[in-house]
């Protein structure tokens, strides 16, 4: 039976906390090193359906995508802010929790590479590549971009990336003439909109990611860039739970993958509809 140290080094060596981002926070947030660990729930965010579903398993280790404490706090009074209640409960279930979050997201395989895999994409290379001399030649780098293996208008694109991707309530949108014919395809899991301007010089046709904004998108599109697909944000990173579930089965006996949908938006109703 492997300790949360023994779970938490091998972490650190897949997913190096110097490859996050300066602002970032990553790595063991909680959680005694010598504590056995028998079962992991992996999840893209800490929050108080998570932590009941880690509860209810009875499980040893939450590994989680985005930080629950990204920014400096003063307090956890469990009772000013949820946030200060989930770390009181993670300790008093004697629960550890472990962060991967921009140092997954440029990893290889990483957050990109696992949304790539699901819109069958091949011949994958980075969207932007790390340029560090440790990652030359790793195909590490914020999102990827790679061929279809055969040619889809952006409608049929849509509809595959519908399919294949976690259902949420928002779905998908694109923008851009449906009967655009697109080979290569640009994806960033999460939110991508600082990486328009490098899905169009790699030469994609189309670029799907997540959290696109108004003025950005519109800009894009006026220059005739990609076509754009925007996903939920949850949904673009809920794929990568499944290839950090299988490094994880290596070293412990059960690991789970939560599917519960923890995008924030619950009502959808198209404008205009009686």
């Known amino acids: 039976m492997r300790t949360l140290s023994e779970i938490t080094a091998a972490l650190d060596d ?10 970032d926070r990553v790595g063991l947030v909680c959680g005694r090193g010598g504590n056995a660990v028998r079962k992991v729930l992996c999840v893209v965010d800490v929050v108080p359906a998570t932590v009941i579903e880690a509860i209810e398993n009875d499980c040893d280790l939450i590994v989680a995508h985005h930080p629950l404490l990204l920014r400096g706090v003063s307090s956890l009074d469990p009772a000013a802010d949820y946030k200060g209640d989930l770390v009181h409960t993670l300790i008093e279930s004697g629960m550890g929790l472990y962060v991967a979050h921009t140092n997954a997201d440029v990893a290889n395989p990483g957050v990109s590479d696992a949304l790539a895999d699901r819109l069958g994409l091949v011949d994958l290379r980075p969207l932007r590549p790390l340029t560090d001399p440790e990652h030359h030649g790793s195909g590490r780098g914020i999102g990827r ?6 040619p889809l208008t952006l409608a049929a694109l849509l509809e595959r990336a519908a399919k294949a991707l976690p259902p949420t309530v928002s779905g998908v949108r694109a923008a851009g003439d449906p ?3 697109i080979s290569t395809v640009a994806v960033c899991g999460g939110a991508g909109d600082s990486y328009l301007a490098d899905a169009t010089a790699a030469g994609a046709n189309a670029y799907l ?20 697909i925007d996903a939920a944000h949850w949904a673009t990173e ?3 739970l499944d290839i950090v579930g299988e490094q994880l089965s290596r070293l412990v006996d ?13 009502i959808h109703q198209r404008t205009g509809v009686n």
């Not at 897949?14 to 602002?23: F, G, K, N, S, T």
């Not at 971009?145 to 055969?150: D, K, T, Y």
């Not at 990611?209 to 754009?228: M, N």
């Open 238 to 240: 809920r794929p990568w």
């Open 179 to 181: 009967d655009r014919q």
């Open 14 to 23: 897949l997913y190096p906390r110097r490859w996050a981002e300066d602002w």
């Open 145 to 150: 971009i790679g061929r279809l293996p055969a």
């Open 254 to 266: 059960d690991v789970l993958v939560s599917d519960l949908d923890t995008d924030p938006w619950t």
């Open 209 to 228: 990611t997540a959290d696109l904004r108004h003025h950005p998108a519109s800009e894009h599109t006026a220059r005739s860039g990609p076509a754009l």
